[in-house]
C-alpha cells in the first residue's frame, strides 16, 4: 500500500493558493511543492487538467485511504479534506456534527462564494480591464466592502480573535490571503479595525508566517506601500488576463 500522507501541492503566489500552504504548515503536514506558472498557462496543461478540470490553482494530490492516489481542486474542498484526515486534534477544526462545526463551515462558504469571487471581480475591474469601467468598479468595491463589514462585525463579537469558537480555523485562513490584500482591490482596511486586528493576529502565527511565503515570497505588504511596483504589477497581469480572456472566448 502506498504510504501517507504524500501530498503534493500545485499552486502560485495568490490568495487562493496561500490558504493551502497555510492550512498544511498549520497542521504540520509534509508537502511537496509544484509552482505553476499560471502566466505561462501551464494550469492548462493537459497533465494538469487531469488533475483539476477547471484549470485553476491550487490544485492537490495525495494518496487516499484505499491506497490510490486522489485529486483534489477549489481551495474550499481542499481544505476540508486536509482537516478531515488529518486534523484530528481539531488544531485549525471543529469535529463533524458540533455546533461550531456547521458555524466553521458559514464562513467558509462565505468567502468561498462571497469575499473571494466579489474581490476577484473588484480587483478586475480596479486593476485588469483595458479600460476603467466605473459602474464594474463601483459594483464590486462595494461588495467586497458590504461582505468586509459583515465580517467586522462577527469579529467584535468575537471573544477569541477568530471568526469562530475559540481558535484559527480553515475559514479564517481561507480569508486571510483576501483580506491582507485589501488594498488591491481598493478597500481601505482601516475603515475595518476588528478586521484589521485580525489581519495583524493572523499574521503572527508560524502557520501563516510560513505558509504565506509558497512558493514564492508573499509581498502584499511591501506592495501596498509602493505605488509604482503596483502599477507595473497590475500592467504585468493585465497583458496576461486579457490575453487569457481572448482565447477563453474562443473555444
Ligand atoms: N474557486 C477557485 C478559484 C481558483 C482561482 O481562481 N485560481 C486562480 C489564481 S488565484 C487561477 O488559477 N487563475 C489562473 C487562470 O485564470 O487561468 C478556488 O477557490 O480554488
Not at 54 to 60: E, M, Q, V, Y
Not at 89 to 94: A, F, G, V
Not at 231 to 247: F, P, T
Request: charged share 25%; glycine share 6%.
Amino acid at each position: 500500500m502506498a504510504s501517507r500522507p504524500d501530498i503534493h501541492l500545485y499552486t502560485t503566489q495568490t490568495p487562493n493558493g496561500i490558504k493551502i500552504s497555510i492550512t498544511l504548515e498549520e497542521l504540520g503536514l509534509p508537502y511537496t511543492v509544484h509552482k505553476i506558472e499560471i502566466s505561462k498557462n501551464v494550469q492548462k496543461e493537459p497533465w494538469f487538467l487531469e488533475i483539476n478540470p477547471n484549470g485553476r490553482i491550487p490544485a492537490l494530490t495525495d494518496t487516499f485511504t484505499d491506497g490510490k492516489t486522489i485529486r483534489l481542486f477549489e481551495s474550499g474542498s481542499i481544505q476540508q479534506y486536509l482537516v478531515d484526515q488529518y486534523d484530528k486534534d481539531y488544531k485549525i477544526s471543529y469535529p463533524r456534527g458540533t455546533r461550531e462545526y456547521y458555524e466553521m463551515n458559514n464562513w467558509l462558504f462565505f468567502l468561498n462564494a462571497g469575499v473571494g469571487p466579489m474581490q476577484g471581480q473588484a480587483n478586475h475591474f480596479s486593476r485588469y480591464a483595458p479600460e476603467r469601467i466605473e459602474y464594474g468598479v463601483k459594483r464590486y468595491v462595494n461588495e467586497s466592502r458590504r461582505l468586509y463589514s459583515v465580517l467586522n462585525t462577527q469579529l467584535e463579537k468575537s471573544t477569541s480573535g477568530y471568526l469562530v469558537g475559540d481558535k484559527c480555523t480553515i475559514a479564517d485562513i481561507a480569508h486571510w490571503g483576501w483580506v491582507t490584500a485589501a488594498f488591491w482591490a481598493g478597500i481601505d482596511i482601516d475603515e475595518f479595525p476588528a478586521l484589521k486586528a485580525w489581519d495583524d493576529r493572523m499574521l503572527a502565527r508560524p502557520g501563516v508566517e510560513k505558509g504565506r511565503h509558497v512558493p514564492d515570497p508573499h509581498r502584499m505588504k511591501e506592495l501596498s506601500k509602493d505605488p509604482k511596483e503596483m502599477k507595473e504589477q497590475a500592467e504585468k497581469s493585465r497583458a496576461w488576463v486579457q490575453q487569457g480572456m481572448a482565447a477563453d472566448a474562443k473555444k
